[in-house]
Every structure is written in C-alpha cells, then in structure tokens.
C-alpha cells in the first residue's frame, strides 16, 4: 500500500533517502526532549528521526497517511496526531514542554508554519525543514534585498537563521514545479525583544504592507507626532532596515505614544 499525494493538501512526497536522513540530521536535538514531525506522509523523514535519542510525534492531516503511518509505524502509533497543525493546540500534547519542529512543509502553508511556530517561540528552541525555495531564501535574506520582508525580519527577531542546502524537483513525487530549500532556525539565547514585541509586529508588518514608499508614508496609520517622523529613519524604505533597528523604531514610536 502507498498513499497518493493529494494535490489540494499541496503534497510532493520525498523519496529521496539520503535527503531524508540529511533533513532528520539538521536537528541539534539539544534544549528539547521532544520532536514534531509536520506532514510525514509515507514516514520517509520520520523513519531517520524514530531512530534518534529523541522521542518523536507526528502530525497529519490526510487520513490516508495517518493509517499508511499506524500500520508501518507500530511503535510511533501512540503518537500521531490526526490534526490540522495551523489550528490544533499543541499544548494538549505538551503541555508547555519545549519541542522541535521538523518537516518536509505542504507548499501552500509554509508560511503560515513559521508564523503559528513565531507565535510559540518560548516552547520552540529549534525549528528544520523544507520549504519552496523562494520562501525559504526569503526568510533567511539579509536587508538591502529585495525578497527581505516580514517572514525575515519577525524570524531573525528570534531565531537565527540559516539556508542549508536545495533540493531539486526530481527527487519527490509527483515532482513540483520548483527547487525547495532546506533551512534551520535556532531560537537565539536572549530571544525577549526590549520593546513591546506585539507592537514590534505590528509595525513590520504595516511598514513592509507597502514596501516601496518610506517609513514616513507606510507607518502612516499610526499616528506618529511630526517631531518623530523627522527623523532621518523615516526617510527610508522597509527593506533597508536591519532587524536590529526595526527594534529600535519600535522602541522610538512607544516613546512617543506616552
């Protein structure tokens, strides 16, 4: 028995081995004691994480898979969860305790993974997987580019990022259209932002919402007093500002709220 991949689930299954074990061994296995596995499909990255000093969960929406996993996975049974991730409360499982994420990530949801895994970064020290190429270079790219936006500067507030190898179309089934990309966030040592962090994400977001006008322009909506929009970091445009000050425009705009 094999599962098909269903397109409206945007599922490639890997077949590559070495890939597989090369995904499963990006993992540090440090500052955490367990490992979800998003979207394992037929098991072919699992089966290299089962044999890890790790104990491993996985979750899975498609219930063809889920059965394909229960009768090939005798001992990973009690551990797969039939769930939607982007809407499934991990908490019921771990309770608080810190775990990793991993995957070969559905296409059409990568991003809303690395969103749903931002909002649960005090629980997540490491996150690994594969992605769209495009998406996964966006995530890691550096200001000054222009494919750096808000999937890049919300992750590198907290995590480290970094572009590990690319995969090509050929080694999944049925193939996609594009190359994918391997990446590996590391959650940093001191990851509590010294601003007010839900406005952080605000402003990110407002500002990269219409990238090419000026922090002047784009910041707009939230009222900022003339005295403020005078500075000089105002004159530029999103992509040109480092994580780091992003931080401190944020800290700015709360000064000036008070």
Known sequence: MSVKAKKHLGQHFLRDENIAKKIADTLSLEGYQNVLEIGPGMGVLTKYLLQKDITTYVIEIDSESVEYLQANYLNLAPRI?????????????????????????????????????????????????????????????????????????LT????????????????????????SGVLRLTRKENYKLPCDEVLFFKIV??????????????LKTLDLSDNLKANVIFGQRPEQLKVQEFIELTQMIEADKK
């Open 81 to 153: 969860i039939e769930k939607d991730f982007l809407k499934y409360d991990l908490n019921d499982i771990f309770k608080g305790e810190p775990l990793a994420i991993i995957g070969n990530f559905p296409y059409n949801i990568s991003s809303q993974i690395v969103f749903k895994t931002l909002e649960m970064r005090n629980q997540i020290p490491e996150f690994s997987g594969m992605f769209q190429k495009e998406v996964a270079q966006r995530i890691c790219a550096n200001e000054g580019n222009k494919i750096y936006g808000i999937l890049s500067v």
């Open 156 to 179: 590198q507030a907290f995590y480290d990022a970094e572009y590990l190898f690319t995969v090509p179309p050929s080694v999944f089934n049925p193939p996609p259209k594009v190359d």
């Open 205 to 218: 977001k407002t500002a990269f919402q219409q990238r090419r006008k000026t922090l002047r322009n784009s």
